[in-house]
């Protein structure tokens, strides 16, 4: 069987996801030998080199950059995961989405405790390499098609080792009481 | 002694006391009927429907229906089943339910519900509504952003002298529980923890707390919500 090519990234999450993966342990040894990874943290390659199968999405999107990756994923990966609470429903950072942006940032950059006498400029970022943040923190699935959700913060390894090796061999993913988790 | 009636469940043979409510009657024969609203003790009201049953061919709410001789129930069709997971996943979509920073998490019958419903992911948008919290009160905390408006806290929560804590404030899609900031300021430690205990999902909190019980030990860590009940059978 030729191994399946997997996508990993991280939006705005913060890398509990990733994390989790990992917490797969010593599977991560029989996981290696049914797929190859791309574009993803764990290996550090930055652009896609080739059509992935698999595409694993953490975080909502808070940023146009956010935007930009989740497009290329969505581009260039067969099946697209949702990897957790932020990427499902915005998570955390989304808490912000009823607060104006305006709003936030001064409260960061300008009023914030640690701040307030640390800016004497008051400057927002403004550089251009920065990416934009957006009005409110975006579900992935508001802006590209998902094809699986793995809830969970983070989601349990096992839910992660079992929805992957279904998706691989293409079996029916097991999904006992203990893998759903939403905390 | 009151009258024994015979029905039926999904089929099963189940025996109650005439004029009980069907989703005590179901307990009592070792059926869950999953509910939300719904408290022992306290008048029903059927305003969440995640006990909706189909009763002789027909949809209705099993903690307002009281049992009667012969009553044909359907409890676990997949009809039924996709409505109730429907219902918890609109109740997700609709709130701001931040599961991870909750101190619910783990204690929540919202959260439970969708466990058990193996909910991954609601089918409806998130609306990300405006709600406030409140943070006022010397021994409660509010937080409007995860109520699910079942009126558990208007129904259950009275003073000594039988005076409501709680009462809906506002109408339509603006409403939310408002509390009366004169009771509730010298309530008692006990009564301060029972509304807490009465809230199904973390809108009702008890100040000073946190993050009382483990990842692991919470009610619902281990087993699904209704479990106590089908392992009575």
Known sequence: ?183 | MAKIVTFSIDGQKCMAEEGQYLVDAAETNGVYIPTLCNMTGVPPQGSCRVCSVKINGKLTTACTTKVSEGMEVINESEEIQDLRKAIIELLFAEGNHFCPSCEQSGNCELQALAYRFQVLVPRFPYLFPERDIEASNPKLFKDHNRSILCKRCIRAITDERGRRLFAFGKRGDRIGISIDTKLAANISDELADRAAEVCPVGAIIRKGRGFAVPIGQRRYDGQPIGADVEQAK
């Open chain 1, 1 to 183: 069987m030729d191994k399946k090519i997997v996508a990993t990234t991280s939006l705005a999450g913060c890398f509990g996801c990733h994390m989790s993966v990992l917490d797969i342990d010593e599977r991560i040894l029989d996981l290696i030998e049914l797929v190859e990874f791309n574009k993803s943290p764990i290996d550090d390659i930055k652009t896609f080199t080739k059509h992935c199968d698999i595409g694993i999405v953490e975080g909502g999107c808070a940023t146009s950059e956010n935007v930009h990756v989740l497009k290329e994923f969505r581009k260039n990966c067969s099946t697209l995961i949702a990897l957790g609470e932020c990427a499902i429903m915005g998570g955390l950072p989304a808490l912000r989405n009823n607060i104006p942006i305006t709003e936030c940032l001064e409260e960061a950059y300008l009023n914030g405790l640690t701040t307030k006498d640390n800016n004497p400029d008051r400057i927002l970022p403004n550089d251009e390499e920065i990416p934009m943040m957006l009005d409110r923190v975006y579900p992935i699935r508001e802006l590209v098609k998902v094809d699986f959700f793995l809830p969970g913060c983070p989601p349990t390894a096992d839910l992660i080792w079992n929805a992957l090796t279904a998706l691989i061999l293409g079996k029916e993913m097991d999904l006992p009481y203990e893998v759903i988790r939403y905390d």
